[in-house]
T-cell receptor
């Protein structure tokens, strides 16, 4: 089964350090989402890409978060500098949207997440 | 903007008993509706979805959900739960005007299955 791969699975870091999370979407998927999950806020959409172009990153704190897709096989989410309130599980999800097609017809495939702890 | 509410944070059910998880949405029209399941340490997996047509939709793992426009609800059901159904369940809504596939998730319902 094709799957979305996220690395690392766990990351513990000290406040102020840079954190980079990586996601390998399913081959052929052209839409990538980054979600953050916390007990208090639940699942929040941070950013998403279509054909590697960022469409919306309004859910991200711009001063410290950045999301990129250097190529079709890699999406990255970076936090610099990290803060304790960034502690959460970060999920990447990928899907497909054909030309004129209904994107929701293709279910999102989620990775297993990166559990980030900032001390 | 659309929103979704899952009134039950936590549900405990006996193995073999029936299960119903509630979901209410807020949207100006009929949205796209989804149920996802998350097992511990895992990502979310799609159980079923509703776009239009038959208001009772069947999903994987023996789950079904019924769309009720009059109640703005999309409740998930399973006639007989198995211990492996213990997980967190998320209802999600997508706007029909959105071509990008953004989903608004509910807060989730944690399901515990007792012997």
């Amino acid at each position: 089964d094709a799957r979305v791969t996220q690395t690392p699975r766990h990351k513990v870091t000290e406040m102020g350090q840079e954190v980079t999370m990586r996601c390998q979407p399913i081959l052929g998927h052209n839409t990538v989402f980054w979600y953050r999950q916390t007990m208090m806020q639940g699942l929040e959409l941070l950013a998403y890409f279509r054909n590697r172009a960022p469409l919306d990153d309004s859910g991200m704190p711009k001063d410290r978060f950045s999301a990129e897709m250097p190529d079709a096989t890699l999406a990255t989410l970076k936090i610099q500098p990290s803060e304790p309130r960034d502690s959460a599980v970060y999920f990447c999800a990928s899907g497909t949207a054909g030309s004129g097609g209904l994107v929701y017809n293709s279910p999102l495939h989620f990775g297993n997440g990166t559990r980030l702890t900032v001390t | 903007a659309q929103s979704v509410t899952q009134p039950d944070i936590h549900i405990t059910v006996s193995e073999g008993a029936s299960l119903e998880l509630r979901c209410n949405y807020s949207y100006g029209a009929t949205p796209y509706l989804f149920w996802y399941v998350q097992s511990p340490g895992q990502g979310l997996q799609l159980l079923l979805k509703y776009f239009s047509g038959d208001t009772l939709v069947q999903g994987i793992k023996g789950f079904e959900a019924e769309f009720k426009r009059s109640q703005s609800s999309f409740n998930l059901r399973k006639p007989s739960v198995h211990w492996s159904d213990a997980a967190e369940y998320f209802c999600a809504v997508g706007a029909t005007t959105d071509s990008w596939g953004k989903l608004q998730f509910g807060a989730g319902t944690q399901v515990v299955v007792t012997p």
